[in-house]
């Protein structure tokens, strides 16, 4: 038989929460959701660089593409301001993972 931590009362090993004062009895796995927390900051830390490469990436492509496209033909150029803008979409979505990877961390901290 073992007895409550909080008001001491005998009770079965089997038992969840105590009968007495509804303390709860069965430790909570907190090495698993460390290492599930780790496992999100790292897949969110990975998502921000992927995005930040892409983004670098595009709009390159985007100023070097359309300034040489827009001195052969005005209409190409456009290309350019469209690859632009898909790169600043890109630092976007790379900020709201950046985000979320630290948000992820701060829990992680809570953990410990």
Do not use: W
């Not at 496209?69 to 900020?95: D, N, Q, R």
Request: proline letters at 1%; charged letters at 25%; glycine letters at 8%.
């Amino acid at each position: 038989m073992l007895y409550c931590q909080h008001c001491k009362k005998r009770i079965d090993e089997d038992l969840v929460f105590c009968p007495k004062c509804g303390e709860v009895l069965v430790e909570e796995d907190t090495k698993r959701q460390v290492f599930e927390l780790q496992g999100e900051v790292e897949e969110a830390k990975d998502r921000a660089n992927m995005y930040i490469i892409s983004a670098v990436v595009l709009v390159t492509l985007g100023m070097v593409g359309g300034s040489v496209l827009f001195v052969s033909s005005s209409l190409l150029g456009l290309f350019g301001i469209v690859f632009v803008c898909l790169g600043i979409g890109c630092t976007a979505a790379a900020y709201r993972y950046e985000h979320k990877a630290r948000s992820l961390k701060s829990q992680l901290s809570r953990c410990d």
